[in-house]
DNA sequence: TTTAGGG
DNA sequence: CCCTAAA
């Protein structure tokens, strides 16, 4: 075990680096986030990310023997997986961003990581940008991961790619990938997930091309080439799936509120948008392809598989409205941030913390432009606008970001050190990295402290309040709510009395 | 724009 | 967390 952690930690390391505060490859591909990594794939996967970083990027490099090539396939097997086990799979979007930036950073720093990869990946990244850019895949940040797979036996080779134009970042991942599902599945049921020449999906075929040439033997190249032939997406994981379909009402009524916010003409329209309105709407006709081919067949699956299909449907449906709100809640954070650098900086930031709050939505595929979903139905999506306008009241409460215990501690040294009333230097100084954290919030958190400490202050109910604290996710410790109670008898909220208790200020007071 | 207060 | 009013 002992040695399980030390190889995490040097990974972790080695990954991290050159800023371990905001941003990290571990932090995107949520490395060492679970133990699940066994050494020797540690070790692997160090190899495999430098393999990866120096000769993949942008197509396979030359193999020195079948063993090589077999082992670098090999060495990303749980690659996916991983992402997989990340809360979502739109984590894969992140990587690119994290790797931009980790790059940024070194370069930065003038540090040569001890990997020694980071000048290679750039121009890699650069390249295969710049190359493979086609009209479905250009725009803004989105990710698109895709699974093709031989059907040979149960040991699947795949190939993943990650798009992230709008990060300029463009960045493509060879696995191979064991896929539970299909050995699962019945030799029947195992096709219904095939995808018959997707042209958003063409790019593949260049991948199948790239690994036809590179492979050294006549065995490889035909998995390389029914590689391609046999394009499938890859079935979102069952908690994914779950965790997706959890959030879909979410997210739209999320996207209903920035439509009608958009509508409005309040929120700042910027060119990223328009960008984003292309990507985004080629990738829909992507995934429509998609989901449209896997439902052809859906009357010949068996009832339990249909369901699965319907959800991923529902997945699809909702990956792409995820990123609405993403963009726009980020929009603030972008225009003060300084042009290429802060991007990735914020996002990957924001994600990594997002990442560490269970529960948490996370931020997702930047997406826009919802009108352009259905180019052809032009008043159905103004009708849908509508009805989503409709049922926007239902539930303000939408991104909401749980307090974690370092925040409150952060905040309450801001109002020890302001007092209240100064939200926004509160804000400025002590939450300065945190965009999502507005000078209401903090005020609003301090209210609800406040509430807390009075609640726990009162002895009657004491027991009471302790079983409720139980409850709670994160129930505060005593000592924070001990620093907020003598805090709020130095700096007095305005509406709250001095024996604790929430007084009303009466609205016909003469 | 920021803060206060209500929902 | 969201919204509005007031400063």
Redesign the pocket.
């Known amino acids: 075990m002992p040695e399980v952690e030390d190889e995490s930690i040097e990974v972790q390391h080695l990954l991290a680096e050159p800023k371990t505060e905001h941003v990290s490859v571990d932090g995107a591909l949520s490395l060492g986030k679970e133990n699940s990594w066994k050494h020797t794939d540690l070790e692997k996967f160090s190899y495999g990310f430098d393999y990866i970083m120096k000769e993949d990027y942008g197509g396979f490099g030359p193999f020195n023997s079948q063993e090589q090539f077999e082992l670098e396939l090999g060495v990303l097997d749980g690659f996916l997986d991983e992402i997989d086990e990340v809360d979502d799979i739109h984590a894969a979007n992140d990587i690119s961003g994290a790797c931009k930036d980790f790059l940024l950073d070194v370069e930065l720093a003038d540090k040569v990581s001890v990997l020694d990869y980071a000048p290679c990946v750039r121009s890699n990244l650069e390249n295969s940008c710049s190359e493979s850019q086609s009209p479905d895949f250009s725009g803004s940040s989105y990710a698109v991961m895709v699974l093709s797979e031989s059907s040979i036996g149960t040991n699947s080779q795949s190939v993943g790619k990650i798009c992230s134009l709008g990060n300029e970042v463009k960045s493509e991942v060879h696995y191979s990938s064991y896929d539970k599902w299909d050995t699962q599945a019945p030799a029947e049921q195992s096709t219904f997930h095939m995808s018959h020449d997707l042209e958003g999906l063409h790019e593949f075929d260049n991948d199948a091309k790239h690994l036809a040439s590179a492979a050294p033997s006549d065995a490889d190249e035909n998995k390389v080439v029914q590689m391609g032939r046999q394009k499938r997406l890859r079935k979102p994981t069952k908690r994914f799936v779950e965790e997706f379909s959890d959030r879909k009402s979410k997210h739209a009524v999320e996207i209903e509120?920035s439509l009608s916010a958009a509508s409005k003409g309040k929120r700042p329209r910027t060119g990223s948008h328009g960008k984003l309105c292309h990507a985004q709407d080629s990738k829909d006709r992507s995934s429509q392809m998609c989901t449209q081919s896997t439902f052809e067949d859906i009357e010949k699956l068996p009832d339990l598989k249909r369901l699965v299909i319907e959800k991923q449907r529902i997945l699809s449906a909702a990956a792409k409205n995820k990123g609405l709100m993403w963009q726009e809640r980020h929009l603030k954070a972008l225009k003060s941030a300084s042009r290429v650098g802060s991007f990735s900086e914020t996002t990957i930031q924001t994600h990594f913390e997002s990442q560490r709050q269970r529960g948490r939505p996370k931020k997702h595929l930047p997406r826009l432009c919802l009108e352009s979903d259905n180019d052809d139905i032009a008043s159905e999506s103004e009708d849908d606008c509508v009805k989503k306008r409709r049922s926007k009241n239902s539930d303000?409460?939408?991104?909401?970001?749980m307090?974690t215990h370092p925040e409150v501690m952060k905040l309450v040294d801001g109002i020890a050190q302001y007092g209240?009333?100064?939200?926004?230097?509160i804000?400025k100084v002590m939450f300065s990295s945190s965009a999502?954290?507005?000078?209401?919030?903090l005020?609003?958190?301090w209210?609800?402290l406040l509430r807390a400490s009075c609640a726990h202050k009162q002895k009657q109910s004491q027991i009471e309040v302790e079983e409720k604290l139980k409850h709670a996710t994160r129930p505060l410790p005593k000592s924070i709510l001990r620093r907020v109670r003598e805090l709020a008898s130095i700096h007095p909220?305005?509406?709250f009395s001095p024996g604790g208790r929430y007084v009303?200020?009466k609205?016909n007071a003469s």
């Open positions: 509120k303000r409460r939408k991104h909401q970001r307090w209240t009333g100064r939200w926004t230097d804000k999502y954290r507005t000078p209401v919030d005020r609003d958190k209210r609800n909220y305005p509406r009303r200020r609205k």
